[in-house]
């Protein structure tokens, strides 16, 4: 009897019997550093325990000598789990940190897809089925001076490593006024330019049940580029043309700008691109928007002392940790339940402190499905002013340097959600830029500069 070649394939594949590499190694030119992304793909392989290891060639025990191996995952694909372990010179390599999680993708025969993202504290591993992506666990500590990455006991198809190539660096961050030391909910009168990359997502039309243009706030961090929330430009997608940014503004209902000396520009919107792993919800995750801003005789937003962009977080350079001193900034409203039309008219600011992710965690639990509300990509900030309704999409800005007046703001965070405004307990949550840099420079480098 005769067996068909398409036969044998499926056989091949229930068994699990290789159809990629068993072994594979890459030898990095240079170490990963933050930013840098490793792509594996392969299909489960039933008989044997799939393992990828990231390593430094030139010490024992596959880790920087003295340090805490930089990672090493095993993929059970008969039970479905991944695990991840660290190895310690110092421990005579014995596992550290071992995690198991649960995985469906890499069962026996199936296809899988697994990220690792290099980042300054750790790694963040993620797995991608459907075109999303899942978060699996995020490892701390140091990441040692990988420059092997070695995989066997399994099936691969490839594996790949994604540099980080940042785009060229443009004048950012910086303001015209001093800083004045003052304490949005519970926030104060910000001064003229004194946020220069701050910007206004408006409504063309106005009707009599909905009397205010102001939508929502973003930050310049380009001239022809807005960053905000993802759950902002929700309703703009079908209707574009409804909306525009205006940058440069400080009193948002004046139909001047000299009575401030601003610099108002109100700007056409090209195209939305809301983060494609986005869910919308009271809590929603990856919630991030680029809107790119149409060009009139070749030109986007005119950089002036009132409209300058915000630096991009660096991933090799800028770590803004708990207690770190950041400000908030936007037109939304000073007081929880306020209606749009006692948002002020004056851009309100106020300064905050970053919560450490695991207080935050504890503070807003979990849902009924046992998955914490703050997740992966989030931040929490909280002090005596508060971001509120009107807010969203809005910059939390952090110097990076506070000894030095002219060192450069960073956009660390977004306005996304919370629970009431000002709440003393509850602090806001933002959507942390660090983890989308990649992504962003990636739709912008795409989809022109």
Not at 7 to 18: E, S
Not at 115 to 143: A, C, L, P
Not at 246 to 251: E, I, K
Not at 431 to 446: A, C, E, G, N, Q
Request: net charge neutral.
């Amino acid at each position: 009897m005769m067996i068909s070649s398409n036969v044998l394939l499926l056989l091949a594949t229930v068994l699990g019997i290789v159809s990629g590499r068993r072994n594979v190694v890459l030898s990095l030119d240079n170490p990963l550093r933050a930013g840098d992304e490793i792509v594996i793909e392969g299909h489960g392989y039933a008989g044997s325990k799939g393992v990828i290891r990231l390593y430094d060639s030139e010490s024992t025990c596959y880790g920087r000598k003295g340090a805490v191996n930089p990672l090493v995952l095993k993929l059970l694909c008969r039970m479905r789990l991944i695990e991840i372990l660290r190895k310690n010179e110092l421990t005579n390599c014995i596992d550290r940190a071992h995690v198991r999680r649960s995985l469906p993708q890499i069962g026996a025969g199936r296809h899988y897809k697994i990220t690792i993202e290099v980042q300054q504290d750790g790694y963040h591993i993620k797995s991608r089925e459907h075109g999303r992506s899942h978060s699996i666990y995020r490892t701390t500590g140091d990441v040692g001076s990988v420059g092997m990455i070695r995989a066997y006991s399994g099936d691969y198809s490839d594996i790949s490593v994604k540099r980080f190539v940042p785009l060229p660096r443009e004048e950012c961050g910086v303001r015209s006024v001093p800083q004045v030391r003052t304490r949005i909910a519970g926030g104060t009168d910000a001064l003229p330019g004194e946020f220069p990359w701050q910007a206004a997502i408006r409504k063309y039309q106005v009707f009599d049940w909905d009397p205010v243009p102001h939508l929502c706030g973003g930050a310049l961090i380009r001239d022809c580029w807005i960053l905000t929330a993802a759950h902002c430009t929700e309703q703009m997608r079908q209707r574009i043309d409804d909306f525009y940014v205006r940058l440069g503004d400080y009193d948002n209902n004046d139909a001047s700008s000299t009575t401030y000396g601003e610099d108002e520009q109100d700007l056409a919107i090209d195209k939305v691109f809301p983060h494609e792993d986005y869910q919308s919800g009271n809590n929603p995750p990856n919630d991030i928007s680029l809107i790119k801003l149409k060009k009139v005789d070749g030109v986007c937003a005119a950089i002036s002392e009132n409209v300058m962009p915000a630096c991009l977080p660096d991933p090799g350079l800028d770590n803004f940790t708990a207690s770190a001193q950041c400000e908030i900034s936007g037109w939304g409203a000073r007081r929880h339940g306020d209606a749009a039309t006692r948002y002020p008219n004056i851009l309100q600011k106020g300064k905050v402190k970053l919560k450490s992710a695991r207080e935050c965690r504890d503070i807003y639990g979990q849902n009924r499905h046992g998955r914490y509300l703050v997740q992966d990509g989030m931040v929490c900030a909280a002090g005596a002013a508060d971001t509120c309704q009107g807010d969203s999409g809005g910059p939390l800005v952090c110097q990076r340097d506070r000894t030095d007046s002219q060192s450069p703001f960073v956009i660390w965070g977004l306005t996304s959600w919370g629970e009431g405004c000002g709440q003393k307990l509850k602090p806001g949550v933002y959507t942390r830029v660090l983890s989308y840099v990649s992504w962003i420079d990636s739709v912008i480098s795409t989809n022109g500069d």
